[in-house]
């Protein structure tokens, strides 16, 4: 079955640039009409939807984050990628990817964001 | 962004049924339907019910979701020590073009 599994540094200082990517396995991500997520996590709070996108490169983003966040897509790796700009010490938390309606998900990836 | 109303927590005894709500707007639960993923301690979510209330392979069917309106429900029945976990809904919201999710519900189970 598709599995997914994030990866990147778990440690980023504040204004700089976080970059994390999502492999798939277990399926290409072309196969199906799906959407592939990402989703982030605080410690001891809720879950936020940052952004998707489809394996042609159409993506949504969470109107809120917006302006920082791009989604983007390697056909050929089976990967899709995270970059959230001038991050701050609220951007703090563990990072999930997920497919179509949020199934299956990532093991996640703590990052933090302190000088 | 405007996410979907939850209970922060919400309680049982072993063998009883819990429902937890999920309260939302035309935009969203209105108009799509909502899904719910159950967290275990120091894990990934896992997607619970889907479509309203539809469950995935392998979720036992002591776990139900339903819709009306703008609000959902995930009830519990047959209530285990196992099923304390945080429980979250969401759903696709036609404004924010975008998914919300409730605050999440945490189970505890007494």
């Known amino acids: 079955q598709v599995q997914l599994q994030e990866s990147g540094p778990g440690l980023v200082k504040p204004s700089q640039t976080l970059s994390l990517t999502c492999t798939v396995s277990?399926?290409?991500?072309?196969?199906?009409?799906?959407?592939w997520s990402w989703i982030r996590q605080p410690a001891g709070k809720g879950l936020e939807w940052i952004g998707r996108?489809?394996?042609?490169?159409?993506?949504n983003y969470n109107p809120s984050l917006k302006s920082r966040v791009t989604i983007s897509v390697d056909t050929s790796k089976n990967q899709f990628y995270l970059k959230v700009s001038s991050v701050t010490a609220a951007d703090t938390a563990v990072y999930y990817c997920?497919?179509?309606?949020?199934?299956?998900w990532g093991q996640g990836t703590l990052v933090t964001v302190s000088s | 962004q405007s996410g979907l109303t939850q209970p922060p927590s919400a309680s049982g005894t072993p063998g009883q049924r819990v429902t937890i709500s999920c309260s939302g707007s035309?935009?969203?639960?209105?108009?799509?339907?909502v899904n719910w993923y159950q967290q275990l301690p120091g894990t990934a979510p896992k997607l619970l019910i889907y479509?309203?209330?539809q469950r995935p392979s392998g979720v036992p069917d002591r776990f139900s979701g339903s819709k009306s309106g703008t609000s959902a429900s995930l009830a519990i029945s047959g209530l285990q020590s196992e099923d304390e976990a945080d429980y979250y809904c969401?759903?696709?919201?036609?404004?924010?073009?975008?998914?919300?999710f409730g605050g999440g519900t945490k189970l505890t189970v007494l």
């Open positions: 997920a497919r179509g309606w949020f199934d299956p």
């Open positions: 277990g399926g290409s991500i072309t196969s199906g009409s799906y959407y």
């Open positions: 996108i489809y394996n042609s490169g159409s993506t």
């Open positions: 035309s935009s969203n639960i209105g108009t799509n339907t």
């Open positions: 479509s309203n209330n």
């Open positions: 969401a759903a696709w919201d036609d404004s924010l073009n975008g998914w919300v």
